[in-house]
């Protein structure tokens, strides 16, 4: 069964960092693109970045050089390292593997950025 398990959200100062956890099981995690997602309230949910099995990134324009991804293939985890943090950031963060066209999501993680 493939599941995805988000860790690591919480309460920021704008300012601050926190560092989300995708803990990955049920299928083979190295050879997939692996992404974060958020939705804020009354809104979209949109893509925050994506990792490649080679570990190539790509970031939204709005956390480019604030927010980093980052994989360990040995570990089956992706993280999401937010620096920076603004109250904008807040959101449910969501990761994310499409294997093929099925799709999987975690169950999200909280994220609030306040003062």
């Known amino acids: 069964q493939v599941q995805l398990v988000e860790s690591g959200g919480g309460l920021a100062q704008p300012g601050g960092s926190l560092r989300l956890s995708c803990a990955a099981s049920g299928f083979t995690f190295s050879a997939y693109y692996m992404s974060w997602y958020r939705q804020a309230p009354g809104k979209q949910r949109e893509l925050v970045a994506t990792v490649t099995g080679g570990h190539s990134t790509n970031y939204a324009d709005s956390v480019k050089g604030r927010f980093t991804i980052s994989r360990d293939n040995a570990k089956d985890t992706v993280y999401l390292q937010m620096n920076s943090l603004k109250p904008e950031d807040t959101a449910v963060y969501y990761c994310?593997?499409?294997?093929?066209?099925?799709?999987?999501w975690g169950q999200g993680t909280q994220v609030t950025v306040s003062s």
């Open positions: 994310y593997v499409n294997r093929g066209g099925h799709s999987t």
